[in-house]
């Protein structure tokens, strides 16, 4: 077998050996490989601990097409063509297929054709047919006269009678093997079969047998043999056509859930969706994957089973072929002919017939009015076959035909990068000026060529000057691509020295410095070098933006405001759009912190429109702006401007290799993901940023990501998932930034009440002015203070507290109503929670009148799981006074709220709290002191007996037949047996519909 036959096993679920020619099972169990990757960048994989899922994934939809073939009622064959690219999940799907056909009774034939067997007239036939022993002897004498015909012997008419009649024996041992029961044929990887093979599939076509049959053939996209794709053109009626695309992006999170969620999409991007190249890439580190998305490939092959798998299509090319298809890979996609002939050391006729035969082969294609690989790790690999030596030889080639015909500097930096000598000014000279074009839209490839050049450029006098330039424009691509510690130290070794980049340097360190919470560090920078400066202009405007930054994340209100007053006035003079928007971002953010509500809405809406004045281009040097205001926005209730602003940021970032503020954006994007009922997105960005955020070296980032992210993990899977991570947040720094500190302790403050860790709430709230900043947002961190030290959740349960409602809890909720101001919202959370402590207290009808209004507020406000837990404090107090009716309804609609969030947790505890409901109303229908009777005649529980009733009031709780029995002292078997007579007596099937028929009552 092939090495990549032998890969591809692994995907399939099938043994990597050839087998002998018995039937192969048609229900593989599919292997399990490892695909968890090691925490530190190495290319080498070491081996993983957790399985993969070996499960069909993303084919569901496909399966079920080919399934529907199976159960049609029909005595004649049905075609189906199934196709796709090299290792995009075929023979997984025909597997599949298999296992459902030998289920049903069917007979499963399945014949594959391999690559280097194609001299074997009917191998794919007797491969398929090996299985059926009854028909073995009769096929091998039909075969036994596929000999060579004699060259003197019958002529061609005679021949063709030979061969139609050996075509209706074979149809007739194919009828045979399908009988009585029906079978599934099945032809894999048909664009290897023989043209014996081949001719007898068109026979199949043209005189289906009489037999009830499915008749599979799988090949490689655009390599179906051109005698069957005439066949199947003129069949009538048409065959199925089904192609097998490339595996979504939902799919991979479900085959790879153990991986971080910006490694899955990493993979995703990297394996272009194809299932095999996917499964072969989940053990390569994530620093290599990204190299290879960018098509920088390693001087070594990444995985030897990646490499293998692939190496043997291009081994089994002719010299001239495998010269060519090295070549162009060193040129890389959008190639030139001359190019590829420069870099091969040919010339172009030659190289031309080779390109137009590697097409031929399906390792290149021709997309538009160029050709480009079939897929990049098509081009990785054919890279890695070529030698070190050969592949220096050829970047050289390519470099000097570049520049013989004036070709841009981008495409000449690319080879020389790769084939530069020490001391070559002029290659180092072309780099950089590579570099600073690319800087804009790819600073990842124009830090690396900054990096060669500088390793280059040679030392001596007159070159500081130069040297210093292209380090500070090394920082800069390193600051904005998230390599924080790189690009430090270049910025203090180059603040260090006196000269025209010092004050350029020192802006750069002091947002580094920022972004690693030393904000007294960068203030001292900035505000040393501003005095140093002296002068206007704007180097200076820079320096006073990223001073009025730090002071604002620092706390220190006022001198922020005043800082970015002053940079606005002087970007307006001297028309520095994006500085000016960046410092009324700042002013905004001051005002939500320390002025009236009306007055920070302006501030706000005023920043909001200088933002969004910006283009594309001009907003990727103030991505911090952007994410600072949605963060504002998020505070303001201004959910759809806060998401369309982290959006457009994200969006932004990713266009132009800027990173380095990702993990703010995202986890501002993922707390209103939370507000909007998004509560998967609001996890999986949650995790997204804190992936960044500890990439990039920044423990402020990650510990916010990692607050922000115990709300959706609470709402989605419950106390026992949010315990483990708020453990390891406690044992965290807390960030220095007074406002993203804030937002840390108040999500660690109500994960810790949601656990019942009333005491650490507490002890979190203490420092009232440390959420002073939060502007409106304070009364959500006022309303679990008050909930905390009334002993009341805010998961949904109304537990029991001591009477009397303290009366520190009672002005925590009246500042958070202050707080809350008009913003409907905030309201609605402070109203919840006055009916939670009312309801806790015994005061069920003040607590309707609470949560009513407190239900439209957040209505309104766009909020629904907030909405679904007040529907859950509604419908316990309707049930405390009476109404049964409405308390089910209420119960009903908050489940769907949830359901509908993504909130699985939540709607788990509004099923219970509609069983715990259901089990009350049994018990009133049927008092404990006269079981066996049943007051109202028309209640279901009338209709059973007394044991029956005491086993569906038990059931109607969740209990299980286990529990019951305990209680009951009967047997399990005993318990089943009542719900069975139950279920015949009341007209239901389960245990669920129990349940809602008895809520009914």
Not at 5 to 20: I, N
Not at 213 to 222: D, G, K, P, Q
Not at 765 to 771: G, I, K, S, V
Request: proline share 6%.
């Amino acid at each position: 077998m092939t090495a990549y036959s032998s890969a591809r096993s692994l995907w399939h679920g099938r043994p990597s050996t050839r087998l002998p020619r018995t039937r192969i099972s048609p229900c593989p169990g599919g292997t399990q490989v490892p695909v968890t990757s090691p925490s530190e960048p190495t290319a080498v994989p070491r081996p993983a601990a957790a399985p993969a899922v070996a499960a069909l994934v993303g084919r569901g939809a496909e399966l079920a097409r080919t399934v529907a073939l199976l159960d049609e009622d029909r005595s004649r064959p049905r075609f189906l063509v199934l196709h796709g690219e090299p290792g995009i999940g075929k023979s997984r799907l025909v597997a599949e297929l298999a296992k459902v056909a030998a289920g049903r009774g069917r007979r499963v034939l399945l014949g594959r054709a391999t690559e280097f067997e194609r001299s074997l007239p009917y191998g794919v036939l007797l491969d398929a047919l090996a299985g059926v022993p009854d028909h073995l002897a009769e096929l091998h004498a039909s075969l036994d006269t596929l000999a060579p015909r004699d060259p003197d012997g019958p002529g061609p008419a005679t021949a063709a009678v030979e061969r139609h009649r050996r075509h209706r024996r074979l149809r007739s041992l194919v009828t045979a093997a399908a009988r009585p029961g029906g079978a599934l044929l099945v032809f894999d990887d048909v664009q290897w079969a023989d043209d014996a093979s081949v001719e007898f599939l068109g026979y199949l076509l043209r005189h289906p047998p009489d037999a009830r049959m499915t008749v599979v053939l799988a090949f490689r996209s655009e390599q179906c043999p051109p005698r069957l794709a005439e066949e199947l053109a003129h069949l009538a009626p048409l065959p199925e056509w089904l192609r097998l695309d490339p595996l979504r992006g939902a799919d991979v999170d479900q085959l790879l859930p153990a991986e971080p969620a910006s490694r899955r999409r990493l993979l995703h991007q990297v394996s272009g969706g194809n299932p095999l190249y996917l499964e072969l890439l989940a053990g390569t580190s994530t620093q290599v994957l990204g190299a290879l998305r960018r098509g920088d490939f390693p001087d070594e092959p990444v995985t030897s089973a990646l490499h293998g798998a692939m190496a043997i299509e291009i081994r089994g090319l002719g010299p001239t072929e495998r010269l060519v298809l090295q070549a162009t890979a060193v040129v890389g996609p959008g190639l030139d002919i001359g190019t590829v002939a420069a870099a091969a050391g040919i010339d172009a006729r030659r190289t031309t017939a080779a390109l137009d035969a590697l097409v031929a082969r399906d390792l290149l294609r021709q997309v538009g009015a160029k050709l480009d690989f079939r897929h990049s790790l098509v081009r990785a690999v054919a890279y890695w076959l070529a030698g070190p030596a050969w592949r220096l030889a050829a970047h050289r080639r390519a470099a000097a035909h570049l520049e013989q015909g004036g070709a841009p500097l981008t495409l000449r930096a690319h080879h020389l990068a790769k084939a530069i000598q020490p001391g070559d000014e002029a290659a180092a000279g072309v780099l950089a000026t590579a570099a600073m074009t690319t800087m804009g839209t790819a600073p990842s490839t124009s830090a690396a060529w900054l990096r060669v050049a500088l390793s280059a450029l040679p030392d001596g006098p007159g070159r500081s000057e130069r040297r210093a330039e292209l380090r500070l424009l090394f920082a800069k691509a390193l600051g904005v691509t998230g390599q924080f510690d790189e690009a430090r130290t270049v910025l203090h070794d180059l603040v260090a020295v006196a000269g025209p980049h010092r004050h350029a340097a020192v802006e750069q360190l002091a947002v580094l410095e920022r972004l690693a919470g030393r904000l007294d560090v960068a203030s001292a920078l900035l505000s040393t070098e501003l005095e140093r400066l002296g002068a206007t202009g704007t180097s200076q405007a820079m320096l006073r933006l990223e001073l009025a930054v730090t002071e604002m994340l620092a706390g220190r209100w006022r001198a922020g405001a005043r800082h970015a007053g002053k940079t606005m006035d002087r970007a307006r003079q001297g028309g520095y759009r994006g500085i000016e928007a960046a410092a009324s971002t700042v002013l905004a953010t001051c005002a939500v912190a320390r002025e009236p509500l009306a007055t920070a809405r302006l501030r706000v809406s005023y920043a909001a429109r200088m933002i969004d004045a910006l283009g594309d281009v001009a907003l990727r040097d103030e991505l911090g702006a952007i994410a600072l205001l949605a963060w504002v926005e998020a505070m303001l209730d201004r959910v759809d401007d806060g998401l369309a602003h982290a959006e457009r940021g994200i969006e932004v970032g990713l266009r132009y290799g800027r990173i380095h503020v990702h993990p703010l954006l995202y986890a501002a994007r993922s707390v209103l993901y939370g507000t909007v009922g998004r509560v998967d997105d609001a996890l999986r960005d949650a995790e997204e940023a804190e992936e960044i955020a500890r990439w990039q070296g920044g423990a402020e980032a990650a510990t916010l990501a990692a607050a922000v992210r115990l709300r959706p993990l609470l709402w989605l899977a419950g106390p026992d998932a949010v315990r483990p991570a708020l453990d390891r947040l406690r044992g965290s720094a807390a960030p220095r930034s007074t406002l993203y500190r804030a937002v840390v302790r108040m999500h660690l403050a109500e994960a810790s009440a949601a656990v019942g860790d009333d005491t650490g709430c507490q002890e979190l709230l203490a420092d009232a002015e440390t959420y002073r900043c939060l502007g409106p947002a304070e009364a959500g961190v006022l309303v679990v203070r008050a909930l905390s030290a009334a002993g009341a959740g805010r998961d949904g349960s109304v537990p029991a507290v001591p009477a009397g409602l303290p009366p520190q809890a009672r002005r925590w909720l009246a500042r958070a109503a202050d707080a809350a101001g008009d913003l409907p919202g905030r309201l609605g959370l402070v109203g919840m929670a006055g009916a939670t402590l009312a309801l806790a207290h015994g005061a069920p009808g003040d607590a309707v009148a609470e949560v009513v209004p407190a239900i439209d507020q957040l209505g309104a406000a766009g909020m629904p799981v907030p909405e679904g837990q007040a529907r859950m404090v509604l419908a316990e107090a309707r049930a405390a006074t009476g109404d049964p009716g409405s308390a089910r309804e209420q119960l009903g609609r908050a489940k769907r709220l949830f359901s509908a969030s993504g909130a699985r947790w939540l709607a788990g505890q509004a099923d219970r709290a509609q069983r715990r409901l259901a089990a009350r109303l049994s018990r009133r229908a049927v008092p404990a002191d006269r079981a066996g009777d049943v007051p109202d005649a028309t209640h279901p529980l009338a209709l059973l007996t007394g044991r029956e009733r005491e086993v569906a009031e038990l059931t109607v709780t969740g209990a299980t037949s286990r529990a019951i029995a305990r209680q009951l002292q009967i047997s399990p078997r005993t318990v089943d047996a009542h719900l069975m007579r139950i279920y015949r007596k009341l007209g239901v099937t389960s245990r669920t519909a129990l349940v809602s028929l008895l809520a009914r009552g």
